[in-house]
């Protein structure tokens, strides 16, 4: 069963004091990577936050999106220092009236000066606050989850499709290379008959020769491989598991042996179906990265 790593949830609480809206978003990335936008209250909850992600989404680049407000805190979140605001109004003042400058930005000035404003806000959330926050971030993360698996049901079809592709045109190859190694034979031969006098021509050392060369361009162990390489990669396709790094690596397994066809085939007809099946694997290759 294949996961995405592409996936979006949202989930919201809204009541007449109090509202949550939490949204997860989440990319393809060799790691787990968080990025949290929180509340500085929320501060605390940080390891946790991470605790709850990392536990269902387990690779990719997470985004976790947390607006909170609470109508029913009425209390005054900042204080201020009137006797430090005092002084450094005044000696504004000073400096204004001496350079004869305008004094209509002093009080903001000053206001702003270090240490006018004492914060007062309370940087950790209570535990019924927190439960209900929790769940809220649960239900986001599990609407995730459940946007990756769907992608991830689109993607082993996608795969499906595209090994079949590959194993259907490795059919061909296997039907097309008999002729191949014909083909080869009777060149070699042809061409020993134009430079060489039939007569003085060794049968035996003709022979040896004829297969070292169709030796050398014999592709049965790669169609062997390529073929095993096909099976194991379904397997993987159809476990209890989304192994998308593992399918990367028999993927890559898949283009050596391709490659290596090609490259010792030496015939049109087998190249064609060569082309087509790497056609098929770089499909592979470029989803395969959105992969769990």
């Not at 439960?131 to 989850?145: F, G, T």
């Not at 996608?158 to 034979?185: G, M, Q, T």
């Not at 361009?217 to 790669?222: A, H, M, P, S």
């Not at 491989?225 to 099976?231: A, E, F, I, Q, V």
Request: aromatic share 6%; charged share 35%.
């Amino acid at each position: 069963m294949l996961i995405s790593m592409t996936g979006y949830g949202a989930s919201a609480l809204s009541d007449d004091n109090l509202s949550i809206n939490v949204e997860v978003k989440t990319l393809n990335s060799k790691y787990l990577d968080l990025n949290f936008r929180l509340p500085k209250s929320f501060s605390e909850k940080e390891i946790e936050l991470r605790n709850l992600v990392s536990e269902k989404l387990q690779r990719g680049k997470v985004v976790l999106n947390i607006d909170y407000v609470n109508e029913k805190d009425v209390e005054l979140k900042q204080r201020y220092n009137e006797e430090l605001f005092k002084k450094y109004y005044m000696n504004l003042r000073k400096l204004a009236d001496r350079v004869v400058a305008p004094d209509t930005e002093l009080f903001k000035i000053a206001l702003s000066a270090p240490d006018v404003i004492i914060n007062d806000q309370s940087e950790s959330l209570s535990e019924e606050e927190w439960a209900q926050l929790k769940s809220i971030i649960v239900e986001a993360i599990d609407k995730c989850h459940e946007f990756r698996s769907r992608e991830g049901a689109e993607l082993q079809a996608k795969f499906e499709s595209y090994v079949k592709s590959i194993a259907d045109n490795l059919e061909e190859v296997a039907k097309l290379d008999p002729e191949r190694v014909e083909r080869i034979r009777t060149r070699i031969k042809g061409n020993l008959q134009k430079f060489v006098d039939e007569e003085n021509l060794d049968k035996n050392r003709l022979e040896q020769e004829l297969v070292y060369y169709i030796e050398k361009l014999d592709i049965t162990e790669e169609k062997v491989r390529l073929k095993s390489h096909l099976d194991h990669f379904m397997e993987v396709l159809s476990a209890n598991v989304s192994l998308g790094k593992k399918l990367g690596f028999i993927s890559q397994e898949m283009g050596r042996e391709i490659n290596t066809i090609g490259s010792k085939a030496n015939d049109a007809q087998i190249q064609k179906h060569v082309v087509t099946m790497k056609e098929e694997l770089e499909k592979i290759k470029e989803q395969i990265l959105n992969v769990l």
